[in-house]
């Protein structure tokens, strides 16, 4: 498995965390999911918990269950990213990982809850050109990442939220 494919997982989930963050009342949280790319197709599951620090290790443990069966998986939550000012700014976090990729994807996208409004760039981490060299220097990333994200039936949403972000 290659970048491709990994970004490709990664705009899918992209898209559901975008889908589901804009439908959610400004003061909840998104529960925790994880896409299974296995045979049949994206499988989304979702971790509910008493707490967001649980779904996340419910989450997290299911990862580790589909890793194992060397799998493709792709997961979405939300979280805080601390700004230089030491103000904080909800984040969708999107990972993505695979059987024969060294190091998992991780993709951030800042937002506001009010209106729901997607705020900034894509930070990828690890870096993106680290990343693209470890997988052979494919530069079709952001490609297949949007191939990803139109693969979802929620694609035409989600890139309206991408076409107006605030920058």
Known sequence: MDISALSFYAGYAFCQAVYVQSILESDALMVPYVVDWGEGGPHASPYPAQTQADAVQLQIEAIKAIEHDSRAWSAGRDGLLKRSDGSEIDVLVITAGAEGV???LEVM??????????????????????FLEEQGGNRNFFSNFVEGVKAHRFSDSCMGYVENKEK
């Open 102 to 104: 060294k190091h998992n």
């Open 109 to 130: 996208h800042m937002y506001k809850t009010t209106p729901f409004t997607l705020v900034g760039n894509f930070i990828v981490q690890p870096p993106h050109d680290a």
